[in-house]
């Protein structure tokens, strides 16, 4: 592999009502774009659930790769997923989710994918 890879994967739990607002979602992915230092190309693109499974998905193709937010309104969680093939600070990125999206009982996990 010549060219590097930065995935990391922010999943939330008991999460603000913020989850529920395409709004605050197109906020939140242009706010995180920049804190990485990245620029969109295309998007955000967000969609709305169907009444079975109700929350939002949403995408922006950076410079480098994509973000991507999938909320989900029943259970209050949101996963966050920033893959990139330009390293950034991934404190920064959970810093902006918990910003944005938490409650006093939020609870986070983090995963990063690691690429070998």
């Not at 949403?58 to 093939?85: G, Q, R």
């Amino acid at each position: 592999m010549k060219t590097k890879r930065f995935h990391h994967i922010f999943d939330l739990e008991d999460c603000n009502q913020k989850i529920n607002d395409p709004k605050i979602l197109r906020d939140f992915l242009e706010e995180l774009v920049k804190k990485v230092k990245m620029s969109i190309l295309e998007g955000p693109i967000i969609a709305q659930g169907k009444p079975e499974n109700p929350g939002f998905s949403a995408v922006a193709i950076i410079d480098f790769s994509h973000v991507s937010i999938h909320t989900f309104a029943n259970s209050k969680e949101v996963l966050i997923d920033v893959f990139s093939c330009k390293e950034y600070d991934k404190e920064k990125v959970l810093k902006l989710c918990k910003k944005y999206f938490a409650s006093s009982t939020t609870k986070v996990r983090q995963k990063e994918v690691w690429w070998g």
